[in-house]
Every structure is written in C-alpha cells, then in structure tokens.
C-alpha cells in the first residue's frame, strides 16, 4: 500500500450520468495530482493540486471538474463524458519528486 | 520537448529467466530517473531512484543502470517470478522545483513471464 487510497475501484456510468471520484491520502503530501491511463499510452497529467490551490489544468474537458477541500482530499467530478473517456484514472502525491499513486479507478463509459 | 523512449513494448521470458528493459530520455535540466512497477488495474510503486551521479543501484533482483551521458537507463531482472510480470515505466523529472508536474513518463515496458 502506498498511503493513497481511491474509490471506487470500478466505474461504469452513461454519458448522461454525473459520478465523483474520489482520492485520499494522510501521508503529509501537499501536492495531490490526477492522471490518465489509457491503453498503450503514457500517462497523461490532469491536474496538479498545491496546497488546496490548483496549479495546472493540461487542457482537460470541463466535463472534468476537480475539487480539493483540503490537502489530504481531491475529487474529480464527471458528467456527460464520452465513450473515449474510458480510461485508469489515477491519483497521486508526491514527495521529493517521488509521486504515491493510489490503486486508480478503472472507468467505463458507456 | 521532454520526452522518454522504452523498449521493448512488450516482452515474455520464462519464469527463472534474467531480462533487460531499456530507457532513453531527452529530459533536461536532469533531476533524477525512476522506474515504476505497475501490477494490471493498480497504480506504479517506484522501485528505484537513479540521480545523475549513480550509475547502478540494485533493490533486491532489480538492478537499474544510468548513462548520463547517453542518456539511458536499463532495469536488469535477475531470476525472473511469476510476479513479476507488470509494466515497468522509466520516468524522468526535470529540475523544475520538484512535484509530479515535473516528470515525463515513458509508455512502460509489458513483461510477461511465463511458467
């Protein structure tokens, strides 16, 4: 375990749909990151979180709408996503460089 | 453009089997180079962390390698498990205040091992 927890694990919603996912670590990290997975390709940066405040925003849809109440809680609000969102969503926190990445949220959007 | 270049894409050896993983990267001001362990469906655990004056550092069965002149890295895997089958991704950060933002991350390397 890497001190960074993810619910849920499995996500299937409908494009209609409105979901949160949810990130949560007490490992005294102050920086909290969301990422993408999806097949055959890297892993692509979402958001990054310093201190509650958000720092970057790498040109996601605003169908992707993160929330970061304190510095060891971050959320990511879905709605009216697309099938092409279908993806590993994974949260981290860093240290030194070092980046904690929870067990991610496999979605599916159907 | 920061970028980090693994091969092979894929790989199957069998079970008790050594097996190399290449990394070339064109990351700069380098920081320090790590390569992840990523199981199917959780997030990567580092397993090593090279910096620019470490040329080998071993963690049990793994042994990664660093050129810092070329540019490259190799992850060694001596005695191959079961278990050990995973992606393994090269990741580099940049000198850019530390922070997940400052890494650049390869497409990972999908080992297979085979009993």
């Known amino acids: 375990e890497t001190g960074v927890t993810q619910t849920p694990r499995h996500l299937v919603m409908g494009m209609t749909n409105k979901k949160s996912l949810k990130c949560e670590q007490h490992l005294g990290h102050n920086a909290m990151y969301w990422y993408k997975q999806s097949a055959k390709k890297p892993l692509e940066l979402m958001f990054v979180y310093n201190f509650k405040e958000q720092t970057e925003n790498n040109s996601v849809p605003s169908r992707f709408s993160p929330e970061c109440p304190n510095s060891s809680h971050l959320f990511l609000h879905l709605h009216t996503l697309q099938p092409e969102d279908s993806a590993l969503y994974l949260c981290a926190s860093t240290r030194n460089t070092e980046a904690f990445f929870g067990q991610g949220t496999r979605l599916t959007v159907v | 453009k920061n970028q980090v270049e693994q091969s092979p894409q894929s790989l199957i050896i069998l079970e008790g089997k050594n097996c190399t993983l290449q990394c070339n990267y064109t990351v700069s001001p380098f920081s320090n180079l790590r390569w992840y362990k990523q199981d199917t469906g959780r997030g990567p655990v580092s397993l090593t962390i090279m910096t620019f004056s470490e040329n080998t550092k071993s963690n049990g069965r793994y042994t990664a390698t660093l050129d810092a002149d070329t540019k490259q890295s190799s992850l060694h895997i001596t005695a191959s498990q079961l278990s050990d089958s995973a992606s393994y991704i090269c990741?580099?950060?940049?000198?850019?205040?530390?922070?997940?933002?400052?890494?650049?991350f390869g497409k990972g390397t999908h080992l297979i091992i085979q009993p």
């Open positions: 990741v580099v950060s940049a000198w850019a205040g530390g922070g997940a933002d400052g890494l650049t």
